[in-house]
DNA sequence: GAGATTTGACCGGT
DNA sequence: ACCGGTCAAATCTC
């Protein structure tokens, strides 16, 4: 047993080395980047004359530094056998709403009246972990494709407003368990954060779904615990990274940090094993196929509000993310989730 | 009348 | 025990 837990300090540390190696990296490309500014013409100089480029060079080693990240919290994930169970299969046996039979089988149909109301208890339900979550910021709740019915309301604790439920409307028929959920800015009550979880199952087009669901790559929010798992399939991440590196880097690089300042978190990490290529096609939400109205209204959180720690948000705009999604996703003949 | 929303109760996780 | 998420009857809207 100690054995085991001495192998997983062992890991961590790993982790952790590897992930301060890549904030240094970060650090020096930043200051170089600023020195760059200031003396542009001396650096393209060097580069057309051929000279190694120090910015490329320390992105490789960025790259470099995060991608043995991911690795060693891969086999992490086999030593400690955390089941890195996908979300999406955790949502497929608790949060189905093919509910359990002996749920609905003990309590069946027509009978569920309010028990206030002297009648017998309500069927029980079984509580969605959270899956597959990601939040956004929106001036409109209603710009995204899908249909979405609402179903409860709820004052939250120390908040000033209250919080909406909604799911996919075509849950009775289609089964889609993918749910919304939509509270005001507390700062800014003309913003609504979004908050999806799950992914739609319903009957859309792939492209129109691809466009409209996150990257496979996103940035998985756990509310809970306030702390931050990035998730990456390195299936996604090698060639990714070593063709296109600049344009995710930041990205990979808030995650990283947070996971290090944060401390590695342990079970969040939503490595989608089935997940291919083509996940990379789904992009995260509903703002990546708009239009311009919004374009300068959405930010996708890389982390998570938290009471308790201090962390800076990083927000990628519409310009950035497109240049990802414009990068990675040629979405054709994919299939989504 | 059908479908959507409201709202208080119920339930599970912590 | 508390809090957040979900259920489902009541109510509303078209």
Redesign the pocket.
Known sequence: MDSGSNNTKSIKRNVVDQLVEGYESATQLQLLLSHQQSNHHIDQTRIVSGDPDPVNELMDKILDSFHKTISVLDSFDQVANVSVVLEGSRNAS??D?S?PAS?NGG?S??S??????GKS??????????SHTWTMEARRIDEDIY?????????????TFP?????C?HKPTQGCNA?K?VQKHEQDPSLFQI?Y?GHHTCNISVETQAKTEPLDLEIVMD??NNKLAATISQDHVDPYIQEQGNDISSLIGVGASMVKEEDYNNGDQNCEGSSTYSDLSLVWPDVMMSDDRQHHQNHFYHGEASTTTSYQFSFIDNDQFSSLFDSYCPYEGTSAI
């Open positions: 608790c949060g709403d509910t749920c309590d149909g027509d569920r009246k309010r028990l206030g109301v208890k309500r069927g029980c339900y079984t509580r969605k972990k959270r249909a979405w019915r609402k179903y409860g309301q709820k004052q939250i604790l120390n908040s919080r909406s439920y909604f799911r409307t749910t959920q908050t979880i509310s809970d």
